[in-house]
């Protein structure tokens, strides 16, 4: 067997028992169904606050279980935070391009001033 082979073989892995996948899934269930009553709740600007604030609760419970994030090394967690780094970059450059656009000129020949 070479070495790399034994390497993958020997590797020990965090066991997560089966219990912890059902309250997880329990959980998920309950903060979808919590989505869908604030849904039917007039909040104002704050519906689209609050629904994305359970979305990213919801996907950061996937990333750190399902994904097994939470037990991994320091370099996946410095990935996945880097990933994370780089998509507010890219959401912070288009909203600045998008909010920085005239409305209701379009067709209509701009002057600046």
């Not at 600007?45 to 419970?61: D, E, G, L, Q, S």
């Not at 037990?71 to 450059?93: E, F």
Request: positive net charge; charged residues 10%; glycine residues 8%.
């Amino acid at each position: 067997m070479s070495a790399t082979m034994a390497e993958h073989t020997s590797g020990h892995h965090h066991i997560v028992p089966t219990r912890i996948y059902y309250a997880i899934f329990a959980g998920l269930m309950l903060l979808t169904g919590v989505t869908v009553a604030v849904a039917y709740v007039d909040l104002g600007p704050w519906n689209t606050v609050v629904a994305v604030a359970i979305a990213c609760f919801k996907a950061m419970i996937v990333v750190l279980y399902f994904m097994h994030v939470k037990y991994s090394t320091r370099l996946i967690k410095l990935t996945v935070i880097a990933g994370l780094y780089w998509m507010g970059i890219l959401l912070a450059l288009t909203l600045g391009d998008y909010l920085t656009r005239a409305w209701g000129t379009f067709g209509q020949q701009i002057t600046l001033q």
